[in-house]
């Protein structure tokens, strides 16, 4: 048998089988939790939307974590951007008698 052989040959130039790996049980994960973390609003609507997505990593296992940050991330950034690009409220005149 040819098998045989080839198994002799492979003891022969000392070559040894793998070990054997014991029966392992399969990983499973906990499912996510929520972290409880509060979110405190800032009074400015697009930046408290913002934060109020980073309640959606919640739900997710940590490998989705990131898509979820680096939304808020984005949002938070283009909300800043707004804020510089729009123009300075003027101030109200003192008028005095």
Known sequence: ????????????DGAAAPPA??????????PPEPLG????????AGVDARLERLA?????A????TEVYEDVHRGLREELTALDAAPAP????DIRS
């Open 1 to 12: 048998m040819p098998g045989q052989d080839t198994a002799r040959q492979a003891e022969a």
């Open 21 to 30: 790996e014991p029966d392992a049980a399969p990983y499973d994960p906990a």
């Open 37 to 44: 973390v509060a979110r405190t609003p800032t009074g400015h």
């Open 56 to 60: 959606d990593a919640d739900h997710l």
């Open 62 to 65: 940590a490998d989705g974590h």
């Open 90 to 93: 003027t101030p109200a005149h």
